[in-house]
């Protein structure tokens, strides 16, 4: 959008300007250099906004108060977890190991059920489907979801280069209030509160060296500064090595503190627990009071193998009521199963898959990035049976494209591109109480169209804010 209009020096200096704003305001990320650790960049970004349907994005706001409370009811349902990724687990360690984690500490987490915190900081993600003109959900991350604060930025950075550029109030209107770094620190301040333990802290977990650790320290920078709530940064290691667990009471100390809230920014990948070490840091964090985001439930309950099952049969009407369902569903792509690859259903399936291999993406039960299959490696994968039950098959969508104009370590360049639109959701229980369930602001990520994957970190895309038409 706009680009066109521009002639080369002003779209220059627009450029720079978006670089030099980013900077001082922020919107960072690690360098990644190894010679200079605190080396920063300005995160990759659209230098205009994305015009996007009002339509979509008020639907998408209006969905996520049902997705946390969905989540949180599907997390109390042990059986229904544990049978459904059963399948999936035997082929894939991650998640058996998770679902172990799960089965040996469910009889603690009973009997504390009632007076258990659950803090759910959730991100629904959505492409607009151009062929149906319907808005689908790509998957939903109930752990580490990400670029919330940086996200917050992006629509005060793309304020102030629609003012820069000259563009009318109505269209800077055309941004929609953008609210994550405020909603998700209130919510893990309240967490801490209900806690009820003085002086007690947020752990947030963490990956050494992660390039993205600005977004996280957003965080905590205003969890201190706006509710005075303090957070020290541990690696499962350090749970593992260094905290202690008070056995009857579940009370986590680490470094002289008692744990309120820990809030995961790793975990979700089998790197992050590289020894049995690390499985036993998160498994110590199962086995305390503290309120977990996520909890080894509500992780599973991400799982892409439960998003194809909800799709399927009538598991999603087992949770929610019929209207609910039904506007859940209206968002759903087509996603199949491969746990029975002699199903006359998933036999049909496949055969279209290997007529047409284009439509469709191939998913692990990974998050991240980087993980899914596309075109030739479907079919490749598809050659040998074994496993695939650890995949689902989902219905590739063909969002429409833009030409964006982007910046990535301070070079811009333009490119036909397509926008992945993600809403974040606050969700805060104690036992069967809801204290906060709410849609906590958006995401938006754009990525050339040329790219299979998304993914800021992986580096496919780049941040970017919607303007509403
Ligand atoms: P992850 O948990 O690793 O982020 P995703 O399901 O979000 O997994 O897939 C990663 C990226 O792959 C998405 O951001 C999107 O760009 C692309 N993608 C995933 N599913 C689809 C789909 N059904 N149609 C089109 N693109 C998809
Ligand atoms: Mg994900
Ligand atoms: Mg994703």
Known sequence: MLTTG???????????????????HGLVYGAGR???????????????????????????????????LLIDRISRDSAYLQQTLAPAAEFDDFTANLLRIHQETLSLRETRADKQLTLGLHRSDYMLDEL??????????TIASSFGCLSTLMTQLHHYILQRAGCSDQEVQRLPHNQVTADLTSAMAAAVKAFKVNDAVMVMVVQPNDNNSYDQQWLQTVLWEKHRVRTLRC????????AELHESSGRLTIWGRTVAVAYLRAGYAPEHYPTAVEWQG?????????????SVAYQLTGAKKIQQDLAAGNTLERFLSAD???????????????????DPETKKVLKEVREHPERFVLKPQREGGGNNLYGQAILDRLK??????????????????????????????????????????????Q?????????????????????DEGGVAAGFAVLDSPSLQ
């Open 6 to 24: 521009l002639s080369e020096p002003a779209r220059e200096d627009l450029c720079a300007d978006a670089v030099v704003w980013a900077s001082q």
């Open 324 to 342: 609910e369902a039904k506007l859940m569903r209206k968002c759903f792509a087509g996603l199949w199963s491969l746990d029975n690859l002699e």
């Open 132 to 141: 149906s003109n319907t808005l689908l959900q790509v998957e939903l991350n």
């Open 384 to 429: 040998d049976p074994k496993g695939l039950a650890a995949f689902i098959l989902m219905q590739r969508i063909r969002p429409p494209i833009n030409r964006c104009l982007m910046i990535r370590e301070g070079s811009s360049f333009e490119v036909d591109s397509l926008s992945e639109l993600g809403i974040f959701g606050a969700f805060l229980s």
């Open 235 to 242: 690696t499962l290691t350090q749970i593992a090595k260094e």
């Open 282 to 294: 998160r498994k110590m964090l199962e086995q305390s009071n503290a309120a977990l985001c996520p």
């Open 431 to 451: 036992g069967s109480e809801v204290l906060i369930n709410k849609q906590a602001g958006h995401l938006v990520r754009t990525k050339a169209a040329s790219s």
């Open 34 to 68: 190894a010679d200079l650790p605190a080396a920063l960049v300005h995160a990759p970004l659209a230098v205009f906004p994305v015009a996007y349907p009002k339509a979509s994005y008020v639907k998408a706001q209006a969905a996520m108060p049902i997705f946390n």
